[in-house]
């Protein structure tokens, strides 16, 4: 019985123990076993005089051996997921590198806001602004208290194991070169791959330190950045992954998009919020961007006259407070978007709690005033501004939609007769079809999936070389334009329909066309604690159990959302699963607790919780057996949440505990 003392290391993010006299050592069996008085003394010399070389010096409680609390036995572990990481030890690759991607690709058709040298110069600015705060930080001319905002503000964290990178990926577009840039930095600044997230980002769970400018240098070269990927500010404002190319869609919300992005870059009055704060658009009536349960939700519409204008929501949220967004706008013209988005925002950074983090969201505000006193109060702001303050007129619409490219669609005829030979003769591929692809606004064209779930898998992870592949794809099939979807996976979004075939046929060649979006092995999972410093429970081992369990029933079982989440700041979705799973800590065993019923769509719903958490080996067969007692009980074509809608809970809360 005693205490060790940890840390991780701050020029690397790797955890180390102290061994009681030399100093520092990655070697657990090394640290010395420390109590009372001994243990006090040197905790407090280490905290003072190893500000330049450790992070978050704490004392561990050792029992029989091993950290006594579980998240320091994982933390001791690594990762229980990805073996090739803990057969790299602690080592990164060593330059030379060659030469990287932006300085020999470009993507000149691709979908994405086209920058000028005033935006690419703030972004090689702020990467060398950062280098200088690093610099400062290794010569101890500022302590972790003054860096951690800096550092945060530029997308870097600190993990269990690690410092992990938060990459941008405004509105989920991105180009084949900037896909490339990401597997560069994959593979020469990380362990190899990346990690898709529900909010559209990328993450890297392993960058050093020391190499964290240069990496926002290479960013920026492909112009793409980690600002406010964190911080109490405007983070990623997301969409529909099919923006601009959805047969369904009514309005682009890219424009929108773009236009919001660059308003709340470095806003000076939203840069400090109560809290974090989410804001998602989509312009088709079917609801592919959660925008229910964000800060701000937007659905962009016409009227009669065709003008464009907005339903607008605010209030939605999940986490430890899982609330549906209240309707604050039926109508917004599309000139008044900014100004009553400011509007909103004021209410909030005047009013909303900053003493209680877990009531800081504007959720709360607005359940604690009450939605007509909120929806008053937004409007009163936004009648008091001036009439020509943040006008989106239609010369700043043009100007800023004139970025965008527009692909050079070319005009095929209806008929596809080598996608439809296919469709009858390639094995997997109509099911594929089925399950991977959407219709395009332009005919002759189709958007296809490319699923980052196959079974045993890491939801969301690609490796470098998947990136590049991708990305390869992209450039022959989708004029070099790319998405990322809120489910953690990649969208070609401009596909010839008579290319399919092929594409198709590289896609499972390099085992990445697996046919399974919208269905059970299509998890949404968050890191975890196989990585996350908050979690308190894995999801990735139970996403990889499941998905191993269900891939062979996947299409008998039909479109279902199974998301999990390994704590309640529900990174992974799980409130809006038509299957949700919440990984708790229960006096140091995992159990996960089941809802059901939640929803995304545009009948967004908070799941349910169904009974007691379920331990961490049971889940696969307490899943199964709703699944089950949903087979058992459809009707013919009758989608799991249709049939949940139907029935309510109780079949399937007796199929798992029994009729008691």
């Known amino acids: 019985m005693g205490s060790t003392i940890t840390a991780n290391r701050l020029t690397d993010g790797v955890v180390v123990w102290h061994d009681g006299q030399r100093g520092w050592t990655t070697d657990r069996a090394e640290a010395a076993l420390l109590e009372g008085e001994a243990l006090d003394g040197l905790l407090a010399r280490v905290r003072r005089d190893d500000q330049q070389l450790a992070v978050d010096i704490r004392g561990v409680e050792i029992e029989d051996g091993v950290p006594a609390e579980y998240r320091e036995r994982l933390r001791a572990q690594g990762p229980s997921v990805r073996g090739d990481l803990l057969r790299k030890g602690h080592d990164w690759a060593e330059g030379p590198f060659p030469p990287p991607p932006s300085r020999s690709h470009s993507s000149p058709h691709a979908g994405i806001y086209r920058y000028d040298e005033a935006d690419r110069e703030f972004l090689r600015q702020r990467a060398a602004q950062f280098g200088n705060q690093v610099e400062r930080r290794l ?26 990178l938060r990459v941008a990926i405004p509105y989920g577009v991105l180009s084949s070169t900037q896909l490339r840039q990401m597997a560069y930095i994959a593979r020469h600044y990380d362990r190899g791959y990346g990690h898709f997230t529900t909010r559209q980002n990328i993450q890297f769970n392993w960058p050093r330190l020391t190499d964290t400018p240069e990496i926002l240098r290479l960013l920026a070269e492909a112009d793409i950045h980690g600002i406010q990927t964190s911080g109490n500010c405007v983070r990623n404002v997301t969409t529909d992954q099919y923006a601009g190319a959805a047969a369904d869609e009514v309005v682009d919300p890219r424009l929108y998009a773009e236009i919001l992005r660059q308003y709340s870059t470095d806003h000076p009055e939203f840069t400090y919020l109560p809290r974090k704060f989410k804001i998602a658009i989509t312009g088709s009536e079917q609801d592919r961007a959660a925008i229910r349960v964000h800060d701000i939700g937007l659905i962009a519409r016409r009227n009669p006259a065709g003008e464009v204008g907005f339903e607008l929501h605010a209030g939605g949220g999940l986490g430890r407070t ?149 990305a390869g794809l992209s450039e022959q099939y989708s004029f070099g334009e790319l998405r990322v979807s809120h489910e953690q996976n990649l969208i070609l979004p401009h596909v010839e329909k008579e290319a399919l075939p092929v594409l198709y046929a590289a896609l499972r060649k390099a085992g990445l066309a697996d046919a399974n979006a919208g269905l059970v092995t299509n998890i949404i999972a968050c890191p975890g604690m196989d990585y996350c410093a908050l979690a308190t429970a894995r999801a990735i081992p139970v996403a990889q159990r499941l998905s191993e369990r269900f891939a062979a029933r996947e299409a008998e079982i039909g479109p279902l959302d199974l998301n999990i989440s390994g704590c309640i700041n529900a990174c992974g979705q799980h409130h809006i699963g038509h299957i949700g799973l919440l990984g708790v800590n229960r006096n140091g065993e995992e159990v996960y607790q089941i809802t059901l019923g939640g929803a995304s769509d545009e009948q967004a719903a908070i799941g349910g919780i169904i009974g007691p958490a379920v331990p961490s080996e049971d ?28 029935l309510g809970a109780a079949p399937f809360k007796e199929a798992v505990y029994g009729a008691h």
């Not at 109508?331 to 900014?338: N, S, T």
């Not at 607005?366 to 937004?378: K, L, Q, S, Y």
């Not at 596809?416 to 395009?440: C, E, I, K, M, Y």
């Not at 067969?621 to 949940?644: H, L, Q, S």
């Open 322 to 470: 899982p609330i549906i967004a209240t309707k604050l706008r039926d109508w917004l013209p599309a000139q008044d978007l900014l100004r009553y988005v400011e509007a909103v925002l004021r209410v909030y950074n005047a009013l909303g709690r900053r003493d209680n983090i877990y009531k800081a969201r504007i959720k709360i505000l607005i359940r604690e005033t009450g939605a007509e006193e909120f929806r008053r109060m937004v409007e009163a702001e936004f009648a008091a501004l001036p009439a020509d303050y943040a006008l989106l007129t239609d010369d700043l619409l043009a100007a800023v939609g004139a970025r965008f490219e527009e692909p050079p669609f070319q005009a095929l005829p209806e008929a596809a007769p080598a996608f439809d030979a296919a469709l009858a003769q390639l094995p997997g591929f109509s099911d594929w079809v089925a399950r991977n692809t959407h219709p395009h606004r332009v005919p002759g064209y189709i958007s296809a999936t490319v699923t980052l779930k196959p079974a045993g898998g890491i939801p969301g992870d690609a490796t470098a070389e998947e990136m590049e592949l991708i």
């Open 619 to 646: 889940v696969p067969d307490a899943i199964g057996k709703i699944v089950d007692a949903y087979v058992a009980r459809r009707t013919e074509g009758e989608r799991f949440i249709d049939t949940y809608r139907r």
């Open 139 to 164: 010569k101890g001319e500022l302590n972790e208290e003054e860096f951690k905002p800096l550092r945060l503000m530029n997308g870097l964290y600190l993990q269990l194991h690690g410092y992990m």
